[in-house]
């Protein structure tokens, strides 16, 4: 199937552990995001990567690393974990200068 | 990035009802999309809209891009059970990638 997939969908974890969440697109596309869905269900963009560029730095603390190691895949790795992380995050992917975003099914990430 | 406002916040309708709800913008923008969400997924890209005044539809779904092109349209026809979902507006400018969203539209449907 082509699609965006994210491993873990599930991830518990202890205040200050560090953990990672990968993401893979076999769609083709240039450009890879993460964003962060809050209990209220807003959705924010986090980071975006074109062509394992980073292009797109919101303002999110710097425990929070990405890192696109070629142009199908952006992992997101969170060190010193905090209760307020806790969120559903998405990656998803676009095709060169295109709009449209294609998301996958999200980590839920609960920090204890 | 700017939140989009979108309206209304819930919607609780009988099956068949139609729907609709919108977004607006402070700025301009010059692609809208719709999306919908169901419980424990990602979001789905239902319709993208690229031209101010564009009409497109998708089975019974069928969104605008507002002439001011700071606002976009979506309307449900004919609702069933399966429609229920959050619903969300994105817009993007020509300046940069990322999209901007809207809190969302929370649709339950009784059959």
């Known amino acids: 199937d082509t699609a965006v997939s994210q491993t873990p969908k599930y991830l518990v974890t202890q205040m200050g552990n560090d953990k990672s969440i990968k993401c893979e697109q076999n769609?083709?596309?240039?450009?890879m995001y993460w964003y962060k869905q809050d209990s209220k269900k807003f959705l924010k963009i986090m980071f975006s990567?074109?062509?394992?560029?980073?292009?797109i730095n919101e303002t999110v603390p710097n425990r929070f690393s990405p890192k696109s190691p070629d142009k199908a895949h952006l992992n997101l790795h969170i060190n010193s974990l905090e209760l307020g992380d806790s969120a559903v995050y998405f990656c998803?992917?676009?095709?060169?200068?295109?709009?449209?975003?294609?998301f996958g099914p999200g980590t839920r990430l609960t920090v204890l | 990035g700017q939140q989009l406002n979108q309206s209304p916040q819930s919607m609780f309708i009988q099956e068949g009802e139609d729907v609709s709800m919108n977004c607006t913008s402070s700025?301009?923008?010059?692609?809208w999309l719709w999306y919908k969400q169901d419980p424990g997924e990602g979001p789905v890209l239902l319709i993208a809209?690229?031209?101010?005044?564009e009409l497109t539809s998708n089975g019974r779904l069928t969104a605008q891009f507002g002439i001011t092109r700071k606002d976009s349209f979506l309307n449900i026809s004919a609702s069933i059970p399966s429609d229920v979902g959050i619903y969300f507006c994105?817009?993007?400018?020509?300046?940069?990638?990322?999209?901007?969203f809207g809190k969302g539209t929370s649709l339950l449907v009784t059959p």
């Open positions: 998803a992917s676009s095709p060169r200068g295109r709009a449209t975003q294609y």
């Open positions: 769609l083709g596309h240039d450009t």
């Open positions: 990567y074109n062509n394992k560029e980073l292009i």
């Open positions: 700025s301009i923008f010059n692609t």
């Open positions: 809209l690229y031209k101010a005044g």
């Open positions: 994105a817009g993007r400018s020509n300046s940069g990638y990322a999209l901007n």
